[in-house]
């Protein structure tokens, strides 16, 4: 069975508290973009990897390997399985690449066992495998809060289009959670964009990330990315998650290709792509 893990980029993300657990509570607007892996899960007599990708591997840290692992000890199967992954989102780049991977696999086992879950069981489930896993199995713009537990559907009046923009190096999840400083990073108005985007207003100003401070720290590479997205004219640029993608975003599709041409063959990843609003 076949699915697409859609990649998604964080319009907003405050990150305002440490939990006893040491998980950080977060509320952040996330938005699906048309951009995605792809995935094949079969039953077979044996397990096997395949993927397009040499750096990828299948061991307990990887999320598809993960997401198995929990659904295995939840529902008891013992089966083997044939895997085989088409990798297009990069890895380290604040795109939800691997919690979409791990999203695409329950949705697969779903399907294969005609498994019958709450949107309750599907967020338990999916937590244990990455924050983001939720979001990224529900698949459409959300207010996220909690540790990526507590999700908020929201229809956007707008479709958007958007330009990511990736570093060569890319961040560590974890280390830019460790460097964050809550009293010097950015804590944006989540309420505000989230109004905007369902009535349509414009976005100018309403973008932030508190991770982006600490992401900096740990690549610079990210700020001369935003200094050319900027000298471009891109109006609102903002980095994605943890980073290291700098995406600028702009209703305008025109505005957007306009840019990508410019900056396709730099020495940055860049690519071309759009909101995803339903399911």
């Known amino acids: 069975m076949r699915d697409r893990a859609y990649g998604k980029i964080n319009l907003s993300l405050d990150v305002f508290n440490i939990r006893e657990d040491g998980y950080h509570d977060i509320n952040s607007i996330m938005i699906p973009i048309d951009f995605y892996d792809e995935l094949e899960i079969n039953i077979a007599d044996e397990d096997s990897f395949e993927c397009n990708r040499s ?118 999840t974890r280390e830019a959670y460790e460097k964050l400083d809550m009293e010097k990073c950015d804590h944006p108005d989540i309420e505000r964009l989230r109004e905007a985007l369902i009535r349509g207003d414009s976005l100018h100003g309403l973008l932030g990330n508190s991770l982006e401070q600490s992401a900096l720290m740990l690549n610079d590479e990210i700020r001369g990315v935003k200094e050319l997205l900027l000298s471009y004219g891109c109006g609102e640029v903002l980095m994605s998650g943890s980073g290291s993608t700098v995406f600028c975003i702009d209703e305008n599709r025109e505005n957007i290709l306009k840019i990508y041409d410019e900056l396709k063959n730099s020495r940055y990843y860049v690519r071309f792509t759009k909101t995803l609003n339903k399911r």
Do not use: Q, W
């Open 55 to 172: 750096y990828i591997r299948f061991n307990e840290y990887n999320s598809i390997v993960k997401m198995i692992a929990v659904l295995k000890e939840r529902y008891g199967m013992d089966d083997h399985y044939e895997i085989k992954l088409k990798k297009c989102i990069p890895v380290k780049a604040g795109l939800g690449g691997g919690t979409a991977d791990a999203a695409s696999t329950l949705r697969i086992f779903r399907r294969l066992y005609d498994l019958k879950m709450s949107d309750e069981e599907i967020i338990d489930i999916s937590v244990k495998v990455g924050a983001d896993v939720p979001f990224n199995y529900f698949n459409v713009p959300a207010l996220v809060g909690g540790i990526g537990d507590k999700i908020e559907t929201l229809e956007m009046k707008k479709e958007y289009y958007i330009l990511l923009v990736k570093p060569g190096s890319g961040v560590s």
